[in-house]
């Protein structure tokens, strides 16, 4: 794919916000799947390793539905790790891309943060635990049960 690399490039060499100078390398995402999984930005050992939820609950949970981090594209709406709080826009663009490009079946929302970086007309407390617009599923966080759920329903 192509294009999905091509954006991922373009990721890595952005310095479009202050972020970049914080990171070790930029997080633009991996895997292959119709199902993607977008949290909010970065730690310090997804900066370190270059790759998307490291020592999360992502892996057992994916693991509970006979899936791997392969069959999910995995991101972040902010695609470089600061230890600066700052929220920036510059990263849309590029979450836009690859959603244009992947075109996903489930989008899981993690959390409020998520929800606000791409939509900013839902209230968190009125759709946690629901599907928005049809496709993506808001959650606040890898330990929700309806993730699962939802997940089993598309399941390629």
Do not use: H
């Not at 895997?31 to 992502?58: A, C, Q, T, Y």
């Not at 489930?106 to 606000?116: N, P, T």
């Amino acid at each position: 794919m192509r294009e999905l690399y091509d954006i991922a490039e373009n990721i890595r060499k952005c310095t479009n916000c202050s972020r970049c100078r914080d990171r070790m390398l930029a997080i633009p995402g991996e895997g292959d799947g119709k199902i993607m999984i977008v949290g909010f930005s970065p730690g310090p050992e997804e900066d370190r390793l270059g790759m998307p939820f490291v020592n999360s609950k992502l892996n057992e949970l994916l693991e509970s539905i006979s899936l791997t981090r392969k069959d999910c594209f995995l991101t972040y709406c902010l695609k470089c790790y600061s230890e600066k709080k700052e929220f920036t826009l510059e990263c849309k663009k590029w979450l836009d891309q690859q959603i244009s490009v992947i075109q996903p079946k489930l989008i899981v929302v993690l959390g409020e943060g998520v929800l606000k970086f791409l939509f900013n007309k839902y209230e968190f407390e009125k759709v946690c635990g629901s599907m928005i617009e049809k496709k993506y599923f808001i959650v606040s966080g890898l330990d929700s049960e309806e993730i699962i759920k939802e997940i089993k329903k598309i399941k390629i």
